[in-house]
């Protein structure tokens, strides 16, 4: 079954599948609601157009954690102090003490992101899509954009999603200090509901925002080795 490949690559990062008002939180990895959000900006799908939408729902997804990277808070404000007056976007003065929002990232991330998928007609329009995107790419929120394009050449593998995963070559680029680890973490959507359970599987469109379950397992694989052609 044919793979697409992703690259996610950022300075900053934000993966939140529990955010409330003004706490956002972040996993440790992409989420798939984040990712298939990612690739509906690339289609162009509109967050109100659930048909469209649908048939990325069903790919099954895996992640290669080849630079984890570090959590980090972001302390941000909203309003103002007791003692001003801000106008509002309705034209309204506003005096409500100001809001604190913590939101939380991850900073020098770098994740290989696998969708698994029967129709590789599908693979392939998204493919096309990522190099040439309708709309903005970003890596959870609008302002963290991807410092590397997230389009891989032979990006459609002709490989189930762990193979795929664990073949293709290290997708950072190594620093004067760093040595290549000796194995790199994947986490593959569990089809017999072992592994963990999150809940951000798409039940609806973005616009409706309703999100169900899905399991994930976590395993290591030997780094895998530098090739001069990967094999489309």
Known sequence: ????LLR????????????????????????KSGVIGLLAAALGIDRENWSDLEPLTHMAMGVRH?????????????????????????????????VVSDRFYLADAAFLVGLECADRALLESIHAALRN????????????????PVWIENGVQEAPLQEALARWPWIV???KWEKPPETLLISLESRDGSGVLRMDQLLSSFAERRFGGRFVRSEWATFPQEVVDAPA
């Open 1 to 4: 079954m044919p793979t697409l």
């Open 8 to 31: 996610l690559v950022g300075p900053m990062q934000s993966w939140g599948t529990t955010s409330r008002f003004d706490q956002r939180d972040t996993g440790k990895d992409p989420s």
């Open 66 to 98: 080849d630079r984890p990277g570090v959590p980090k808070r972001d302390y941000q404000t909203a309003g103002c102090a007791a003692t001003d007056t801000i106008i509002k976007a309705d034209g309204k003065q506003a005096k409500d003490g100001g």
């Open 133 to 148: 995107p309708v709309w903005p790419l970003a890596l959870g929120r609008k302002s963290y954009v991807p410092s590397e």
């Open 173 to 175: 680029s190594q620093r």
